[in-house]
């Protein structure tokens, strides 16, 4: 296993225009997590599902965003109508939930997005 | 309101030199903590959590109740530990999202 995997790893579009990011979670892992992450700061969450379901989603998720995770295994984050703002890493990442404490959560590469 | 503020954007030290890397957080409960790291051109990943106690690469860090604190402590900093440290909150369910500070840059130079 490679571990979390985002596809694509880089995108630019024009402002305006939708974008989708793929993520495939560590195979086992029933958790799947969203960041967005800027210059200088540190990694932001978006929101998160438990196999299917998702079950929070920052106030940072505005009615452009919208993630997926149909089957319990890949996430899709689709950001509609693009702006400027938007430029930022998006991060995936996942775990194994457990009853209690420890509970590691394993990240992706990213996937850059510009929007020009 | 949960946050974990990391004060210092930029250290920089000397090889050798003793390194701490401050950490506070704000959250009302039993939070656990965990520091991740960001090595250049890689992907963020686990260094250590304060439940497991245990040194990491000469790292270690304790959790500090009474002044909400989780300072990243290595004695003797090597070159290869330069890298974007994150301190990180997560409540006390397992799989809760985690909250990151906004990192420090540990800059080792010999």
């Known amino acids: 296993d490679t571990g979390v995997s985002q596809n694509p790893r880089h995108k630019i579009t024009k402002r305006g225009q939708n974008v989708t990011f793929r993520c495939d979670p560590i195979s086992e892992h029933n958790r799947l997590y969203w960041y967005r992450q800027t210059l200088g700061q540190g990694p932001e969450f978006l929101t998160y599902?438990?196999?299917?379901?998702?079950?929070?989603k920052s106030r940072l998720l505005s009615d452009r965003f919208s993630a997926e995770r149909p089957k319990g295994s890949f996430s899709t984050l689709e950001i509609q109508r693009t702006e400027q703002g938007d430029s930022a890493m998006y991060l995936c990442a996942s775990s194994l939930a457990l009853t209690g404490y420890g509970n590691t959560i394993y990240f992706g590469e990213g996937s850059w997005l510009t929007v020009v | 309101a949960q946050r974990v503020t990391q004060p210092e954007k930029l250290l920089s030290v000397f090889k050798g030199a003793p390194v701490e890397l401050k950490c506070n957080y704000s959250?009302?409960?039993?939070?656990?903590l965990f520091w991740y790291v960001q090595y250049s051109r890689q992907r963020l990943q686990l260094l250590l959590r304060?439940?497991s106690r245990e040194s990491i690469k000469g790292f270690t860090a304790d959790l500090n109740k009474g002044e909400t604190s989780f300072h990243l402590k290595k004695p003797f900093a090597q070159e290869e530990d330069s890298a974007m440290y994150y301190c990180a909150l997560s409540g006390h369910q397992a799989g809760t999202a985690l909250i990151f500070g906004k990192g420090t840059t540990l800059s080792v130079s010999s």
């Open positions: 304060h439940i």
């Open positions: 959250y009302s409960g039993s939070p656990e």
């Open positions: 599902f438990q196999n299917e379901a998702q079950l929070e």
